[in-house]
Nanobody, 127 residues
Framework: QVQLVQSGGGLVQAGGSLRLSCAASGRTISSYAMGWFRRTPGKERDFVAAINWSGGSTYYADSVKGRFTISRDNAKNTVYLQMNSLKPEDTAVYYC????????????????????WGQGTQVTVSS
């Protein structure tokens, strides 16, 4: 059974940085695209960032472009989200996710293309 276990997150002041990690077990994720999504109360999960199987291609929501960086270490079966210049509007529960099938070059921003999810991590940015 595939498990994605998240760590990191917490409370930070506006302008600060946080790093989220997502470690996979039960599946080698090196063939899968991985993504980060976030949810605020009353809303569906929104796309934040995604990375293809090799790490050679990355994708970002416009709202985080230039501030967030997604990366992966396939040897450690882990994906990261480095968040810099955080803003209060980044406050949300963040989820990592693994796509349903090995990377096929599409669907990176669509949450319905992902079938394994981490437990969620609260990120709170104070003004």
């Amino acid at each position: 059974q595939v498990q994605l276990v998240q760590s990191g997150g917490g409370l930070v002041q506006a302008g600060g940085s946080l790093r989220l990690s997502c470690a996979a077990s039960g599946r080698t994720i090196s063939s899968y695209a991985m993504g980060w999504f976030r949810r605020t109360p009353g809303k569906e999960r929104d796309f934040v960032a995604a990375i293809n199987w090799s790490g050679g291609s990355t994708y970002y929501a416009d709202s985080v472009k230039g501030r967030f960086t997604i990366s992966r270490d396939n040897a450690k079966n882990t994906v990261y989200l480095q968040m810099n210049s955080l803003k209060p509007e980044d406050t949300a529960v963040y989820y990592c996710a693994s796509q349903k099938i090995p990377d096929y070059g599409l669907g990176y921003t669509n949450l319905y293309e992902y079938d394994r999810w981490g437990q969620g991590t609260q990120v709170t940015v104070s003004s």
